[in-house]
């Protein structure tokens, strides 16, 4: 899916997100598969 694609290429940025979001699981989870 595009959201592998885009996870992938901002990492950081959506990493950094996802503590505010609270979503850091899932993003970590997304970001490994």
């Not at 592998?4 to 970590?28: C, F, M, P, W």
């Amino acid at each position: 899916m595009l959201s592998e694609v885009l996870s992938a290429h901002n990492q950081g940025t959506r990493v950094s997100h996802a503590i505010s979001d609270g979503s850091l699981y899932k993003t970590s989870d997304d970001v490994i598969t």
